[in-house]
C-alpha cells in the first residue's frame, strides 16, 4: 500500500518507519525541519522519501494523521483533496498546554475530524499504545502473543486497511465498534499514558485483550 | 478481612462469593430478594453470611460498593456511618436508561461518590471487568499469567485493602493513580463493555498491561 504520514513526531515518524518495514511505499510529510524528513525516509529504507502533504496524500491508499490536535487544521489544508481517503488518526485532542481532553464524552477528536473531512473516510487508531513500545513490538511480531491495538470507525472498507496497517506493525487489531466509540477509546488513550509516563515501570507499555474460553 | 457487599446483583454476588472462598469474612446484603442473599452466603460458604446494609458495613474492612447508579444513595442511608471506611466502588455512573455515563470528563462517578461520603475512603475498582470473566480469573489464578485490574484512589491505606482484594480474586492490580483518573477508566469500562457485550467473541473478556522490557 502507499501510506501518507501527516506528522512525523514522534508517533508519526515511528509507525512511517514500521509501514516502509513493512513493506509499503511511505511518504513522510509535516515536520519543521526537511532534513528529519530526508533523514527518516533513507533510515526507513525500501521506498519510503520524504515530500510535501500533498505528496504524502496524493495516491496515498491510507493517510496517517499524526500532529498535535492543534495542527489539524493546517495538515488537512496543506494535504489538499482527501475526497475517498482512508484517514487513520492517532491524534488526541488536547487542549492547547496538553493537560486534559478538549473534546470528551458527547464527542470525540474522531468525530470531530469526521465532521472537517466529511468526504474523507476516518478511523481511530494507534493512539491508544506509546511511541515507545513501538519497535519493540514489532520487532517480536513473530516471536510472542501479539498485542491488542484497538481502533473504531464507521467505514467497514477503510477499516480493513487500518486493520492491516496495525496487523503489520505487530499488533493484533482489536475492532471497538462505530466511530463515536473513541468518546472511550480517547479516556483510555489517558489512562494508558498514566501508566506509562507517570507509574514506575516506563513507557513501553502494550495491552492485551483475553477472552478466556471454557 | 471482613467485606461488607453493598448489592448482591451480578457484581456483588460474584466478587463477595470470591471473597470468601479467598478466606474473608463476607456479608451480602441489599438485595431486593432475602432468600437470594441467604442463598448466596450458603453457596459462599465460610463464614458469609446475609445482613442489612447496616450490618455490611459494621466493622468492615471494606465494603464493596456494587449497586445500580440510582441506587448508591438509598443503599449508603442504609449503611449508616462510613467515617473512615473503605469504600471500594464498581458502580458505574449510568444514566437512568443506562445509555450513557451520567457524569464524565469534568468528573466522574467515584469522584462524586467520595464527595458524597467525605469521611469514607474511596477506591475505584472491578468496575472494568465484566462479572461473567471472574470465575474464570479466579478458577485460573495459579495456572496462567494473571489479567490485570485497574484501581484508583485517593488514600494510600484504602488502596492497599483494594490491591490485596483484588489479588485475591485472581488479577495483578494495576494502579492508575489518583481518583480522579476514574474520569479515564469509567469510559475505558464503557470500552469493555462494548467489547464484551457487541463483539462476536463473548462476555468473557479480561485485559492485561505489559510492560516490555529489554
Known amino acids: 500500500m502507499r501510506v501518507g504520514i501527516l506528522g512525523s513526531g514522534l508517533m508519526g515518524a515511528k509507525l512511517g518507519t514500521l509501514f516502509a518495514r513493512a513493506g ?25 522519501r520524504a515530500g510535501t502533504p500533498r505528496e504524502a ?22 494535504a489538499g483533496d482527501l475526497a475517498g481517503k482512508v484517514i487513520v488518526s492517532c491524534s488526541l485532542p488536547m487542549n492547547a498546554n496538553d493537560t486534559d481532553l478538549a473534546i470528551a464524552h458527547t464527542s470525540s477528536g474522531a468525530e470531530a475530524l469526521a465532521r472537517k473531512v466529511r468526504t474523507a473516510r476516518v478511523v481511530a487508531a494507534f493512539g ?50 462505530p466511530l463515536r466509540m473513541a468518546r472511550n477509546m480517547e479516556p483510555f488513550t489517558l489512562l494508558i499514558a498514566q501508566l506509562a509516563y507517570e507509574g514506575d ?14
Not at 25 to 42: I, N, Q
Open 57 to 78: 496524500a496524493r495516491e496515498a491508499d491510507a493517510v496517517l494523521l499524526a500532529v498535535h490536535w492543534s495542527r489539524v487544521g493546517d495538515v488537512l489544508k496543506r
Open 201 to 214: 515501570r516506563g513507557p513501553e507499555l502494550a495491552y492485551r485483550f483475553e477472552w478466556r474460553g471454557r
Open 24 to 48: 509499503h511505499d511511505v511518504v513522510f510529510s509535516y515536520s519543521r525541519s526537511e532534513r528529519k524528513l530526508k533523514r527518516l525516509a533513507r533510515e526507513a529504507g525500501g521506498r519510503a
Open 128 to 177: 491508544t499504545v506509546p511511541s515507545e513500545v513501538l519497535f519493540d513490538v514489532f520487532a517480536s511480531r513473530r516471536k510472542r502473543p501479539r498485542p491488542s491495538l484497538l481502533y473504531c470507525g464507521d467505514d467497514t472498507g477503510a477499516k480493513k486497511v487500518a486493520a492491516r496497517l496495525i496487523r503489520d506493525v505487530g499488533f493484533e487489531p482489536v475492532d471497538a465498534g
